[in-house]
C-alpha cells in the first residue's frame, strides 16, 4: 500500500530563517505531486505540484520554492521566511493528473516568529 | 472558475444521530467529487468518492449524494460515532482541470 510521509511534523522558526520541509510517497512510482497550505479556519490553498522529476508548477508566487529531486521526494523550501509563512503545510500525491484522488500527508505545522 | 461553498460552518449532533454535511459547486461541468476528514492537528483523510455519471455512492456508514440539477453534494454518516468529530471537506474537480477546489470545511460536533 501507499503511504506519504511528511518532516518535520513541528517546526518553529524565527522570520529570515531557511526553510525546508520534506515529502516522500512510498509504494508507488511517478506520482503527481503537490504542496497545499492551510491557514487556520481557511481551505486549502495550493503552493506546487509536480508531473515528474524537476517538473514544478507553481501556483501561487511567494517567497517559498520547490524541488522533485528524486521521483517520490517533493520538497519545500525558502530563502527567508515571513511571518505570513505560519500555517500548516501538506504535501498530497495521486495517481493522475486531473479526475483522480488526492492523498494527503500528516501535515507540518510551521510557526514563524 | 469553480467555487465550491458551505452550508453550515459547524454541525452538533448526539451520538448515534444521523449527520449530514453539505457542499454546493458552481461549475455545472465539475465531474469528480471527493470528501475528507481532517481531524485537529492532522492531515485531510480520503472518505468516499463519487464521478458525475452517478447520484448516490455509499461506504461504510458514509453515503454521498450528488445532484447535479441544482449542484449540491452532501455527505451522510449514519449512526454517528464520537470518533467522527472531525472537520469535514469536499473537493471538486472540473472537467478540464487538474487541481481540485476545496470547501472551506464543515466541523462536526459529536456529543456522547
Known amino acids: 500500500s501507499q503511504t506519504i510521509h511528511q518532516w518535520p511534523a513541528t517546526l518553529v522558526q524565527p522570520v529570515g530563517s531557511p526553510l525546508s520541509l520534506e515529502c516522500t510517497v512510498e509504494g508507488t512510482s511517478n506520482p503527481n505531486l503537490y504542496w497545499y497550505r492551510q491557514a487556520a479556519g481557511r481551505g486549502l490553498q495550493l503552493l506546487f505540484y509536480?508531473?515528474?522529476?524537476?517538473?514544478i508548477s507553481s501556483e501561487v508566487p511567494q517567497n517559498l520554492s520547490a524541488s522533485r529531486p528524486q521521483d517520490r521526494q517533493f520538497i519545500l523550501s525558502s530563502k527567508k521566511l515571513l511571518l505570513s509563512d505560519s500555517g500548516f503545510y501538506l504535501c498530497a500525491w495521486s495517481v493522475s493528473l486531473g479526475a483522480d484522488t488526492q492523498y494527503f500527508g500528516p501535515g507540518t505545522r510551521l510557526t514563524v516568529l | 472558475g469553480e467555487s465550491v461553498g458551505l452550508h453550515l460552518p459547524t454541525l452538533s449532533v448526539q451520538e448515534g444521530d444521523n449527520s449530514i454535511i453539505n457542499c454546493a459547486y458552481s461549475?455545472?461541468?465539475?465531474?469528480?467529487f471527493i470528501w475528507y476528514k481532517q481531524e485537529s492537528g492532522k492531515g485531510p483523510q480520503f472518505i468516499i468518492d463519487i464521478r458525475s455519471n452517478m447520484d448516490k455512492r455509499q461506504g461504510q456508514r458514509v453515503t454521498v449524494l450528488l445532484n447535479k440539477t441544482v449542484k449540491h453534494l452532501s455527505l451522510q454518516i449514519a449512526a454517528t460515532q464520537p470518533g467522527d468529530s472531525a472537520v469535514y471537506f469536499c473537493?471538486?474537480?472540473?472537467?478540464?482541470?487538474?487541481?481540485?477546489?476545496f470547501g472551506r470545511g464543515t466541523s462536526l460536533i459529536v456529543h456522547p
Open positions: 461549475n455545472s461541468a465539475s465531474d469528480y
Open positions: 473537493a471538486v474537480l472540473s472537467g478540464g482541470s487538474y487541481i481540485p477546489t
Open positions: 509536480s508531473v515528474g522529476i524537476g517538473q
